[in-house]
């Protein structure tokens, strides 16, 4: 679960003068909660083809919890693990994606 005060703590370092300063160091504080060896891992385990890494690194954008979530048995390809991880996802924002 990613620790929102420590969020915000990353919004408020943002220096105005350098604009994209703000988004990089949110990006790199999302992108930190989750390790992608973490994710490479779930697929193993769960027998998701790790032939193609470029399909598995569509993955990284979810949460383990997400990948968690909408795995079922069967899933054995990257893409239609993203496709039901992206539905999911789509359906918690209120279709607002």
Do not use: H
């Not at 408020?12 to 992108?31: A, G, H, L, W």
């Not at 973490?38 to 949460?63: H, N, P, W, Y």
């Not at 990948?67 to 079922?72: H, I």
């Amino acid at each position: 679960m990613m620790n929102e005060k420590k969020l915000i703590e990353v919004v408020k370092t943002n220096n105005p003068s350098e604009p994209d300063t703000y988004q990089r160091k949110v990006t790199v504080y999302i992108n930190g909660q989750y390790s992608d060896f973490d994710i490479v891992e779930f697929c193993s385990e769960k027998g998701i083809a790790l032939t193609d890494m470029r399909l598995v690194s569509r993955l990284f954008q979810f949460g383990l919890d997400t990948l968690n979530y909408v795995w079922k048995d069967g899933i054995t390809d990257p893409v239609t693990l993203y496709q039901e991880a992206l539905k999911y996802t789509k359906t918690s924002l209120g279709g607002n994606l």
